[in-house]
């Protein structure tokens, strides 16, 4: 049985990501704003197609390398780590633009923001990273199947990435708006999303605990 913690250690690396501006983000943000609610729910539904290829693809791979190779686990952690610092980094340095402000865009179809939205998730590296390198390490051998887990646990994570999205859709108007008249929101949340990820980055690569 998969343990409260990693469930809930999934949750929070999900709320991290999923809450760091990216292609992703920046994609549904600019499609609802303009062209409305509908076109980003359109657009979120090639994204969360998009998780379940990643998700199958890492995770029929991830049952054969965590079997025969145990040693890769190192590689993963503190590359999923590495990975959280860089976006820690990001989300912190100055001169950062806010995804709430973006340009204006031609209305498409809806076939075409569908599969913006899947081309869009299966070439975001933070899509990659979270099944190669963070999932993973909530993974306990000991808990059953690593591939039911690996299913299970990045299950969650859509789940979390596809509700904190369509909330974000559904107020992207109202948010750039209350951003545009109130920078210093925008710096609070900056801060408070960085020191959160740069946190989980010292935790993973600091974690001795392996998978087999």
């Known amino acids: 049985m998969i343990s409260l913690a990693s469930l809930l250690g999934v949750t929070a690396v999900a709320l991290g990501m999923v809450l760091t501006p990216g292609p992703n983000m920046m994609y549904l943000v600019s499609r609802s704003i ?7 729910v359109v ?10 290829v990643y998700l199958t693809a890492a995770n029929l791979g991830l049952s054969v390398i965590f079997v025969h190779v145990p040693e890769a686990y190192t590689v993963l952690k503190l590359a999923g780590a590495a990975y959280l610092g860089w976006l820690a980094f990001q989300t912190l340095r100055p001169g950062g633009t806010s995804v709430f402000a973006p ?5 498409d179809s809806s076939w075409r923001l569908f599969t913006m939205g899947l081309l869009t998730n299966l070439l975001n ?8 390198s ?15 887990q690996g ?9 979390v990435s596809l509700t904190v999205n369509l909330l974000i859709i559904s107020a992207a108007g109202g948010i750039a708006v209350f951003l545009a008249r109130r920078p210093g929101w925008l710096r609070i949340q ?6 959160v990820l740069g946190a989980l980055a010292v935790h993973l690569a600091t974690d001795r605990a392996r998978p087999a």
């Open 134 to 148: 963070l999932i993973p390490q909530f993974v306990r051998p000991d808990a059953g199947p690593v591939l039911v």
């Open 34 to 40: 303009t062209q409305g609610r509908r076109a980003g």
């Open 43 to 52: 657009s979120l539904g090639g994204v969360a197609i998009g998780f379940l």
């Open 125 to 132: 590296p933070k899509a990659a990273i979270m099944y190669l």
């Open 103 to 107: 340009g204006e865009l031609p209305a």
């Open 151 to 159: 299913f299970v646990l990045g299950g969650v994570q859509i789940l």
């Open 190 to 195: 900056r801060y408070l999303m960085g020191t």
